[in-house]
């Protein structure tokens, strides 16, 4: 397939892209990225402030 050759990937990631994009614009495309990565930053928070909680949970158990 010429256009997996002239972008240097391989014919199968083309096939997958399509199959995951196809029927999809442009502007469709960026907001599931833009709303995927609005998840990754926002899970990425919450393990934060998950492993904080267990941090003062064992700091006040302690305590006592």
């Known amino acids: 397939m010429a256009a997996a ?5 391989s014919e199968q990631s083309i096939y997958r892209w399509h ?3 196809a029927g999809m614009e442009v502007s469709d495309v ?3 990225k833009r ?3 609005e998840n990754m930053r ?4 919450l393990a934060e402030r998950d492993l904080e909680v267990e941090v003062m949970k064992e700091i006040q ?3 006592w």
Request: charged content about 50%; aromatic content about 4%; cysteine-free.
């Open 5 to 9: 050759r002239k972008h240097g990937v």
């Open 19 to 21: 199959n995951k994009y």
């Open 61 to 63: 158990a302690k305590k």
């Open 35 to 37: 709303v995927k990565d």
């Open 30 to 32: 960026r907001e599931l």
């Open 42 to 45: 926002l899970k990425k928070l």
